[in-house]
């Protein structure tokens, strides 16, 4: 059965990697979220998609150039200002205790394609263990260097690679890089592709699995899981697919 990840959190109908957005995603009954993280300049690991701050708070700035501190100030209620006074963006840490009493999947996007944040791999693993989520926590990043070096941190750990295009050989392509899944962009996903996949034992996980024809579309190949920012309607519509 096609599992469900929550798009940073419920993105469609909450603010964007918000604990708010986490809660309505466990109440929905998704299978697990998703979430971005990036380094502070006092090197904490915050839960935001953007490199700067000027889409989704109040503030404007680049993620790296504040303290934790100082990033919290700042209002990530983003286009939800009608339901919701103030969120905060929250630390990595504060969703891992949050999650870890729960049963809910954690795919931690690793948000280091433009900028090189130092020590992030290991930072992000550390958090991991210490919360016990080895077994529950898939990572990944468009940056698919990245993820082979998070393999050779934590080999129990599995990984996934982010990309927009179709690769080359993407079967041996993922067992170069050590990777247990491939994170499509939905469009390069045919069902031909799916079986592939299987024959190799590769999970698929495609995103952003947002309108209704997608999902039944994905869900009729049996993907593993999908992110889609409406956890709730993917739900329904999983239960209606034969
Ligand atoms: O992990 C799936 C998806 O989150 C990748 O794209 O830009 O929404 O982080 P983006
Ligand atoms: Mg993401």
């Given at each position: ?41 006092d ?64 795919n ?6 433009l ?20 077994e529950r ?34 079967w041996?392509?993922?067992r ?18 799916l ?6 034992g590769?999970a ?11 999902m ?21 519509i999983l239960?209606?697919?034969?």
């Amino acid at each position: 059965m096609t599992k469900i990840f929550a798009h940073r959190g419920s993105a469609g109908t909450h603010p964007e990697n918000t604990m708010i957005a986490f809660y309505e995603a466990e109440r929905v009954g998704a299978d697990g979220i998703e979430l971005d993280v990036q380094l502070t300049k006092d090197g904490q690991i915050v839960v935001i998609h953007d490199e700067t701050i000027d889409r989704t708070t109040d503030g404007t700035g680049w993620v790296k150039d504040f303290t934790y501190r100082e990033l919290k100030q700042f209002n990530a209620v983003y286009k939800f200002v009608d339901q919701y006074d103030v969120c905060r963006i929250p630390l990595l840490e504060e969703v891992l205790a949050w999650i870890h009493p729960t049963s809910l999947l954690l795919n931690i996007e690793l948000k280091n394609g433009l900028i090189a944040y130092e020590g992030l791999e290991q930072k992000v693993i550390d958090m991991i263990r210490h919360y016990g989520l080895e077994e529950r926590t898939v990572l990944s990043s468009f940056n698919h260097n990245s993820m082979l070096f998070c393999h050779h941190l934590a080999p129990n750990i599995e990984t996934g690679l982010l990309y927009m295009e179709p690769l080359y050989d993407p079967w041996k392509y993922v067992r170069v890089m050590k990777a247990k899944g491939l994170h499509p962009y939905h469009r390069t996903v045919t069902e031909s592709f799916l079986h592939q996949a299987r024959h190799h034992g590769i999970a698929i996980r495609p995103f952003t699995i947002n309108k209704e024809s997608l999902m039944k579309k994905m869900f009729a190949y049996e993907v593993d899981a999908i992110f889609t920012d409406y956890p709730r309607l993917a739900k329904e519509i999983l239960k209606k697919t034969p």
